[in-house]
């Protein structure tokens, strides 16, 4: 049972342009909502998150935009450049005490110069 | 301060065999938990451990075991491997916290076992 879903699957933006991924959520327990950045051949790194109780959450470039009664999320890079090039991964957890994070199955985003 | 090391970084096997692979966390972590990416696929929880114990399981078969060590390093076991078994396993570390954990997991590089 996929219980966050990610769209789309690949992206491709122009310099300066926005790039936006999806995710949709079913488990309302979830309580944290993280986005990771993965590099070719790298583990993947935490990028932002936010938890329920907000509904934008902005870092420089980055803003996650929540939409609690939706159960969907979803991360904007504004002004995006060939160095953002890399697969994103929404995320979802539920409470603190056992760290399972459930992954979304990736964004592959490519921003060309 | 170091990161997440994990070893060895690539591995073959083939069906059947076992494979141990490991993970030293990060410097004052002392949670451990181990993921298993799939080509092309999000990463998905496999366990955790904490205080030398198992504390935490995902959708995976007891053939999958781990260990965690004093210095809270951990490994990862699984035996009568299978094809499907072949992905990127991720291992990540996080602390233990004093007023709420942040939500930050740290990654390693992960190792990736292909089986033949």
């Known amino acids: 049972q996929q219980q966050v879903k990610q769209s789309p699957q690949s992206l491709i933006v122009q310099k300066g342009g926005i790039s936006i991924i999806n995710c949709a959520y079913e488990?309302?327990?979830?309580?944290?909502f993280p986005w990771y950045q993965q590099f070719p051949g790298k583990g993947p790194a935490l990028l932002i998150a936010?938890?329920?109780?907000?509904s934008e959450k902005k870092e420089g470039r980055f803003t996650i935009s929540f939409n609690k009664s939706a159960k969907q999320f979803s991360l904007h890079i504004m002004d995006s450049q060939p160095g953002d090039s890399a697969t994103y991964f929404c995320?979802?957890?539920?409470?603190?005490?056992?760290?399972?994070?459930?992954f979304g199955s990736g964004t592959r985003l490519q921003v060309q110069p | 301060e170091t990161g997440v090391t994990q070893s060895p970084t690539h591995l073959i096997k083939t069906r059947g065999q076992q494979v141990t692979l490991r993970c030293s966390s990060q410097?004052?972590?002392?949670?451990v938990s181990w993921y298993q990416q799939a080509l092309g696929q999000g990463p998905q929880f496999i366990f955790q451990?904490?205080?030398?114990?198992?504390?935490g399981r995902g959708n995976f078969p007891p053939r999958f075991s781990g260990l965690q060590f004093p210095n809270y390093s951990s490994e990862l076991n699984v035996n009568a491997l299978e094809l499907d078994d072949s992905a990127l396993y991720l291992c990540?570390?996080?602390?233990?916290?004093?007023?709420?954990?942040?939500?930050?997991?740290?990654f390693g590089e992960g190792s990736r076992l292909t089986v033949l």
């Open positions: 990540a570390s996080s602390p233990v916290p004093r007023q709420g954990w942040t939500g930050e997991l740290f």
């Open positions: 451990y904490y205080r030398e114990e198992e504390n």
């Open positions: 936010i938890r329920p109780d907000v």
């Open positions: 995320a979802a957890l539920r409470g603190t005490g056992r760290r399972a994070l459930t």
């Open positions: 488990n309302t327990a979830f309580d944290y």
């Open positions: 410097s004052g972590h002392n949670t």
